[in-house]
T-cell receptor, first 115, second 108 residues
């Protein structure tokens, strides 16, 4: 149980392109979904927290106009990286939780490479 | 500032050689201490949640323990398939604060 699917697993695109990443909880309803960014040999850094039907809460230093988050249902959240540039290249990982007392379950991440 | 520090950064063991990974945390109002396993190119896989000092949880060759300042992940008689990066995270509000992880390599 507690499976989170993230798609696509890898994206390579040109600078200036917008990229959408999907995160789905397959076998549970996720009241809260989280988006992280991970650099090699570094911690997962929380970018934003989203609750179904509400605006996402962004961490300090994360541009909300660049990283658009939509959490339209209890099983789906999307992250859109708008007008991506090479410095946006990273490993993006989503997680989902069934409630504040429940652990977060993670997707397998999306490797984004901007040329 | 809430912080999680893991040590060692890397650990090499022979198959069957037991050891422990350390996670030190400073957080106000700890709601949970989490352990995850992460394989290369994958997302973290949930292992354990610990809520209060003195609590222990086990799963196969892994046992997690918690004190007021630290958590340990004990690995008993590890196998090569236990090779991975082990992440520790603390939770105060809704967000998790992750350490950088310990990369474990077990050779046969």
């Amino acid at each position: 149980g507690a499976v989170v699917s993230q798609h696509p697993s890898r994206v390579i695109c040109k600078s200036g392109t917008s990229v959408k990443i999907e995160c789905r909880s397959l076998d549970f309803q996720a009241t809260t979904m989280f988006w992280y960014r991970q650099f090699p040999k570094q911690s997962l850094m929380l970018m934003a927290t989203s609750n179904e039907g509400s605006k996402a809460t962004y961490e300090q230093g994360v541009e909300k106009d660049k990283f658009l988050i939509n959490h339209a249902s209890l099983t789906l959240s999307t992250l859109t990286v708008t007008s991506a540039h090479p410095e946006d290249s990273s490993f993006y990982i989503c997680s989902a939780s069934a409630g504040s007392t429940q652990p977060q379950h993670f997707g397998d991440g999306t490797r984004l490479s901007i040329l | 500032e809430d912080q999680v520090t893991q040590s060692p950064e890397a650990l090499r063991l022979q198959e069957g050689e037991s050891s422990s990974l350390n996670c030190s945390y400073t957080v106000s109002g700890l709601r949970g201490l989490f352990w995850y396993r992460q394989d290369p190119g994958k997302g973290p896989e949930f292992l354990f949640t610990l809520y209060s000092a003195g609590e222990e949880k086990e799963k196969e060759r892994l046992k997690a323990t918690l004190t007021k300042k630290e958590s340990f992940l004990h690995i008993t008689a590890p196998k090569p398939e236990d090779s991975a990066t082990y992440l520790c995270a603390s939770q105060a509000g809704t967000a998790l604060i992750f350490g950088k992880g310990t990369t474990l390599s077990v050779s046969s």
